[in-house]
């Protein structure tokens, strides 16, 4: 018993977390959902299911963000998140988070947050300009706040997090610094070895809001009708053309989820070629797909049957993450001279 718990204390501790703005999706899966599976034995991790993040830009909408949280925790049970294992919790119950971010905001300028690459592309995205709210280009802070509030050292995340997590770090020595030693762990990315994934209609990304990704529940004719769309070579117009397998949105989910990297490697040379035809590397998705979705829909579906079971391992996991971080905020609140009562 004794070593189980010193074994546990070694393990590194991961955050990671999501908006809850819509039920999580295939872009989701490849950039850290299958991450988090595999380093849930040997790690100490919490997933955050960051409502308030979500809030940032759905300010006026937070039941509709409500609605969306047992969604998402039940996309992480379906994927195998073991909450055994794993910390599942609510970013709103967990108040150190707050705490901690309302210090942290005064350690950073408008400047800095302005320069923050993935904001800006999203405040672009939106069109909002100057209008945009101020929780939403804050949000990075409060997301520091959840990585050091956990102590976390690893965060399994998307490259569009990377900004983030570089904010985190300087955030991070600048609170050591006026502490005056090192109270505050920096913390690393951990990507995926595959790159993003795009959306089906060829756009940078896969987003549930750009309405181009696929959802981890989707049924086998959603997920049939979402390859047969997919963005291919506009110039790859008779079969034997030579084909573009860079920017091809069907060759880059074959790239995530095909083992066999003999045979794609193969296809990838006859469609450069040419002779190789859509529908063929497509069928041979759908298959593929189909085999990896097959198992997470039902584990999902069984989820979602049982909503109180899922509020009650949220519960839990929100109670354990609750004495981790009021531990932290009390820390950082003393070696900073915050006075408390
Ligand atoms: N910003 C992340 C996203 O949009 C979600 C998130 C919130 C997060 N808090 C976090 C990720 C803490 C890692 C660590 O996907």
Redesign the pocket.
């Known amino acids: 018993m004794k070593n189980t718990i010193e074994a546990k204390n070694v393990r590194p501790i991961v955050?990671?977390?999501?908006?809850p703005t819509g039920a999580l999706h295939l872009g989701?899966h490849v950039g850290?959902l299958r991450s988090r599976v595999a380093i849930q034995k040997t790690h100490d991790q919490t997933i955050?299911v960051?409502d308030v993040?979500a809030l940032t830009d759905n300010g006026r909408d937070p039941s509709r963000i409500r609605s969306n949280v047992l969604e998402v925790v039940a996309d992480y049970v379906a994927v195998g998140i073991d909450p055994a294992l794993t910390s599942i919790c609510l970013?709103s119950a967990v108040p150190a988070i707050a705490r901690l971010g309302a210090l942290y905001l005064n350690l950073v300028s408008v400047a800095r947050l302005e320069r923050n690459p993935?904001v800006k592309a999203e405040i672009a995205q939106k069109g909002i300009e100057r209008s945009v709210p101020a929780g939403f280009l804050c949000?990075?802070v409060?997301?520091a706040a959840?990585?050091t509030a956990f102590l976390?050292e690893v965060?399994?995340?998307?490259d569009?997090?990377l900004p983030?997590?570089e904010l985190s770090n300087e955030i991070v020595d600048q609170v050591n610094r006026l502490a005056g030693g090192d109270i505050l762990p920096h913390s690393k990315a951990m990507l995926s070895g595959t790159g993003r994934l795009p959306g089906i209609d060829g756009r940078a990304k896969a987003s549930k809001s750009l309405g181009n990704a696929i959802p981890l529940g989707a049924s086998r004719q959603e997920v049939e009708d979402a390859v047969r769309a997919m963005y291919t070579d506009p110039d790859h117009l008779r079969m034997s053309d030579p084909g573009r397998v860079e920017g091809n949105v069907v060759f880059a989910h074959l790239d995530a989820f095909d083992t066999d990297v003999e045979e794609l490697t193969e296809l990838k040379a006859h469609y450069r070629r040419g002779g190789l035809g859509d529908m063929v590397l497509k069928r041979r998705l759908m298959t593929i797909l189909e085999t990896e979705l097959a198992p997470i829909r039902e584990r999902r579906a069984e989820a979602i049957r049982r909503p109180d079971d899922l509020m009650d391992l949220l519960r839990e996991g929100t109670r354990r993450a609750r004495l981790r971080t009021d531990a932290t905020a009390d820390m950082v609140e003393d070696a900073l001279g915050v006075m408390r009562l």
């Open positions: 955050l990671t977390g999501d908006r989701h850290s955050l960051a993040q970013q993935t949000y990075p409060h997301q959840d990585i976390a965060v399994p995340v998307g569009d997090q983030m997590i």
